[in-house]
């Protein structure tokens, strides 16, 4: 005769704060395997969870977008590429835009998704209203992602844009214009001019550019050299 095992006999609730504390997606996926009541345990996890990170996961849009739907009480979410066969594009950012938790999103990761484009992060943003955290940096995305920012994150303080070589002086200028809770923009790496830097200190001179280097040479320019 079958002997259920102890872990069976656990309350659903205190199942579901087990799977809670499991840091592996790997294990979740296949402790959802198991039976119909660890599955939905599982599930139950994802939707207690505020933050998740994909970092050092090999992930898919798939895989991607079908956890951050679950995760219904999502609050920071990162899905930085930080691995090696990561590959997350445009159309798991549109999966994700469709998710219950978006709107609730204050912190949000796309570090180094260089297989995103505009069309996705617009997608995504379009969907947000509560972002103070946001970090594109090393994507390929141009000034038609800082529009959407700026006409949609009015709470955002933080934005990282860490070699976002295709953004423009024209995209900063409107994106600190209307982010007026704005306190710090990393830079580093972009290729807008020094004349920049000091028109975003004069909307906002409280404005942190990172790094430091940047804000330094906006508000001490090199003396003019003078002809012998």
């Known amino acids: 005769m079958y002997e259920e095992a102890a872990i069976d006999r656990l309350p659903l609730d205190l199942l579901a704060y087990i799977f809670s504390l499991v840091t592996s997606f790997t294990v979740l996926a296949?402790?959802?395997?198991?039976?119909?009541?660890?599955?939905?345990?599982?599930?139950?996890s994802m939707a207690r969870r505020q933050?998740?990170?994909?970092a050092g996961w090999t992930m898919d849009d798939r895989s991607t977008s079908r956890l951050v739907h679950l995760a219904y009480n999502l609050?920071?979410?990162?899905?930085?590429?930080s691995r090696w066969g990561c590959h997350?594009?445009?159309?798991?950012?549109?999966q994700i835009a469709s998710a219950r938790c978006v709107a609730n999103l204050n912190s949000?990761?796309?570090?180094?998704?260089?297989?995103?484009?505009?069309?996705?992060v617009v997608?995504?943003?379009?969907?947000?209203?509560?972002?103070?955290?946001l970090n594109i940096g090393g994507t390929f995305i141009t000034?038609?992602?800082?529009?959407?920012?700026?006409?949609?994150?009015?709470?955002?303080?933080?934005?990282g844009m860490w070699c976002c070589r295709h953004v423009t002086e024209r995209g900063l200028l409107v994106l600190v214009n209307k982010c007026r809770k704005l306190e710090s923009i990393n830079?580093?790496?972009?290729?807008?001019?020094?004349?920049?830097f000091i028109a975003l200190l004069t909307i906002s001179p409280a404005l942190q550019i990172k790094p430091m280097e940047l804000l330094l040479n906006a508000q001490n320019p090199p003396p003019l050299l003078h002809a012998v």
């Not at 296949?30 to 139950?44: E, I, L, T, Y």
């Not at 997350?88 to 549109?94: E, F, K, S």
């Not at 997608?123 to 955290?133: A, F, K, M, N």
């Not at 959407?148 to 933080?158: F, G, S, V, W």
């Open 143 to 159: 000034d038609e992602s800082l529009f959407a920012i700026a006409e949609r994150c009015h709470h955002l303080k933080t934005i």
């Open 187 to 196: 830079l580093w790496g972009t290729r807008v001019p020094v004349d920049c």
């Open 123 to 133: 997608q995504l943003i379009s969907r947000t209203s509560s972002l103070q955290h």
């Open 51 to 54: 933050s998740l990170s994909f």
């Open 30 to 44: 296949q402790g959802s395997g198991v039976c119909k009541k660890w599955r939905k345990a599982v599930n139950q």
């Open 75 to 81: 609050k920071e979410l990162d899905i930085s590429r």
């Open 108 to 120: 949000v990761s796309l570090w180094g998704m260089t297989a995103i484009t505009d069309s996705g």
């Open 88 to 94: 997350i594009t445009d159309n798991g950012l549109y």
